[in-house]
């Protein structure tokens, strides 16, 4: 055995120098540095760039050139970063041609003839309220709306809609009507000493304007509808573009330049102030003083009991007062005794770790200010390299507790460990990509990109998982705190509320209460294409998930062993992990509430992810409740004396 050891220890050293090598080489393929301050002179040319465009109706991304839009002479596609192919972005050239501070009315792009099917296109995408998305100087294109009822302030929306449908000209018939010119203003601030300047904001306003011209067209031709002599756009007719087959369509734009008071530093705040953020604030402090607050509460009343029941056990008793002895002393015999299906638990709490360690260390980024929204795709790129890194602890934390339940094969806990979870996450993973391949979708996941998820999985994961398995069972076994007896104590018939599926359900009620306000606003981000941003009061919404994890768990753990019912390992872990069912629920009422999915597809996209999801949420809550249980317990059983 030792000399399998220390020739396992001996492959693993070279596999770990092998895997960090790859670990190198895959992170630097994979991130892109976010987009330092760039000073433009006076007729500099700024490169416009396309991205996907977005429906919150379907849920599914498109490529921009899926539609007849105007091209330039050579597509060509952006370095991405891998979080960005998997959110469906296809960052694309831009036929538009900008020059730094230089002013241009009704730039004629191109004239397109729709046909039978690129009619059809553009009307699917108008019906599904698709969303044309660009980017300047890695600035997101937003279109500012009135608030409305006399408020000076404007929402600021994330792209513009390829167009608009409704009834035109007394005609009681649904047309569609395409934006096709597009009133661009870029702001910039101005430095005085070198009179260099710097892109601080990206708008536009879209029009549908049919255009018209005299004689037949040719690239010098004058439109009526558009004159850029007298900088001012003509539409006097008020005549939109209709969508039609056989319709010519001419695409325009306007460029205009405006100085602005807002630094370099401080350009990203308008995108991030899209929500009202009183009211979000509000609603986080609110909920975080709750939880707090019951939380306080039930650790103060788990304190002030178990010190009275420790006291009274370690009193000097006589024979007598020993045998009338009740509660959860009774059942040191059977409290550690190892439960069933041990292997599936302890491969549940290594998920778990993996999670944790995930989920930690991306907040601690986010809140460092790695994963801003500027660095588009960073988040998701960080959470999956953080995933396959933390392996090694999912191998560590699952083998250590395989050797407390006396297990000796460490080498099928960590195989087990390494792919059960991804597995299944795996399985709705690939069934959601082929659904969105189905759709030709930009979302779908190229082969390039799926195979560097399967290289993260098998060549980096795998092999950390058994690394940490190894390291774990290598260190001596944890002895618990009193001997179990040979044969197993008979469980008394229990009270209602002490049924464990009753109590299971009672314990995940809190867990989603700390989090369930800001999960919607999660969702709201996720879901209808906003930006979050908030990491710090989102990191202290996690801690404060991780108390109530902990103290309801135990408060259940404690009453159940008073009742003399010692099967606490899989309740401690399912206790707090039930919270995960209520997030699912939670899911389907924003779904049916929130979102305007009507296309099967979609909503399957939607309850698949928020599946992986709550999953994700599932191991995560039950191993903090199953290590503060498991903790709870050692503490009280080595703390009183036991005959």
């Known amino acids: 055995m030792d000399m399998e050891l220390r020739r396992i220890s001996e492959t693993s050293r070279s596999a770990i120098v092998l895997i960090l090598l790859l670990c190198v080489h895959v992170a630097h393929s994979f991130y892109l540095p976010g987009v330092a301050p760039q000073d433009f002179e006076k007729g500099d040319e700024l490169k416009v760039k396309v991205n996907k465009l977005t429906s ?88 500012p709306v ?40 870029v702001r910039y601030h101005r430095d005085v000493q070198t009179d260099s300047a710097r892109i601080v904001g990206f708008e536009v306003k879209p029009y549908s304007i049919k255009h018209e011209y005299d004689g037949k067209w040719s690239e010098k031709t004058r439109l009526t509808t558009c004159d850029p002599h007298t900088k001012r756009l003509v539409v ?39 929500n009202d953020n009183q009211i979000h604030w509000f609603s986080i402090v609110n909920s975080l003083m709750i939880v707090l607050f019951l939380s306080g509460m ?38 550690f005794r190892i439960p069933t299906n041990s292997d599936l638990l302890c491969v549940y709490v290594g998920t778990g770790v993996q999670c944790l360690g995930m989920v930690f260390v991306t907040m601690i980024f986010a809140m460092l200010g790695f994963l801003s929204p500027s660095n588009r795709g960073g988040l998701m790129t960080a959470m999956l390299l953080l995933w396959v890194f933390m392996g090694l602890f999912a191998g560590y934390a699952s083998s250590r507790l395989y050797k407390m339940f006396k297990g000796t094969e460490w080498k099928r806990i960590a195989f087990r460990t390494a792919f059960l979870f991804p597995a299944v996450v795996s399985s709705i993973f690939f069934v959601l990509n082929a ?21 993260l999985w098998f060549g980096i994961s795998v092999p950390l998982v058994f690394v940490g398995a190894y390291l774990g069972f ?45 999960l919607f606003f999660i969702l709201t981000s996720i879901w209808l294409n906003q930006f979050y941003y908030i990491f710090g009061f989102l990191f202290l919404v996690f801690v404060i998930l991780i108390v109530t994890c902990a103290e309801i768990t135990v408060v259940l ?51 698949g992810y928020m599946l992986i999801a709550s999953c994700a949420f599932f191991v995560l809550t039950g191993t903090i409740g199953f290590y503060a249980c498991l903790w709870f317990t050692r503490l009280i059983y080595s703390s009183v004396k036991i005959d």
């Open 557 to 607: 753990c404690y009453f159940q062993l008073c009742s003399e019912d010692y099967l606490w390992w899989w309740r401690s872990y399912l206790t707090s992990g039930s919270s995960a069912l209520y997030l699912f629920l939670y899911a389907a009422f924003y779904f049916h509430t929130k979102l305007q999915i009507t296309k099967l597809v979609s909503a399957m996209l939607y309850f």
């Open 435 to 455: 659904l969105i391949w189905g759709q030709k979708s930009s979302g779908a996941v190229p082969f390039g990109t799926m195979f560097a998820l399967i290289f």
């Open 146 to 185: 009135d608030r409305g009822l006399g408020s000076p302030d404007v929402v600021y929306q994330i792209g513009y809609h390829v167009g608009l449908k409704g009834q035109y000209a007394g005609s009681k018939e649904q047309k569609f009507f395409i934006h096709n010119h597009l009133a661009f203003t």
């Open 298 to 335: 039930v650790a103060m009343i788990m304190l002030r009991t178990l010190y009275r029941d420790i006291s009274r056990y370690n009193e000097l008793e006589t024979q007598e007062e020993a045998q009338e002895e009740t509660g959860w002393k009774l059942v040191h015999g059977d409290v």
């Open 474 to 518: 290598k260190k001596p076994a944890v002895d618990d705190p009193v001997k179990t007896n040979k044969i197993p104590r008979q469980i008394p018939e229990q009270a209602w509320y002490m049924n464990p599926v009753f109590s299971i359900l009672i314990g995940g009620i809190l867990p989603f209460g700390a989090v369930f306000i800001e």
């Open 56 to 143: 919150i109706k379907t849920q599914l991304p498109y490529s921009y050139y899926s539609l007849p839009f105007c091209q330039p002479k050579k597509i060509v596609d952006s370095t991405e970063n891998l979080g960005e192919v998997l959110r469906g972005d296809r960052i694309e050239n831009a036929p538009y041609s900008f020059k730094m501070r230089e002013a241009q009315m009704c730039n004629v792009l191109c004239r397109v003839t729709l046909d039978e099917k690129t009619a059809k296109a553009f009307k699917e995408k108008i019906d599904d309220e698709y969303r044309v998305n660009m980017i300047l100087d890695n600035l997101p294109l937003v279109n």
């Open 236 to 274: 006097s007719s008020l005549t939109p573009q209709e969508v039609e087959p056989k319709k010519e369509i001419i695409f325009t734009y306007d460029v205009d330049f405006q100085e602005s008071e807002v630094k370099w530093a401080s350009r990203w705040d308008a995108y991030l102030l899209m």
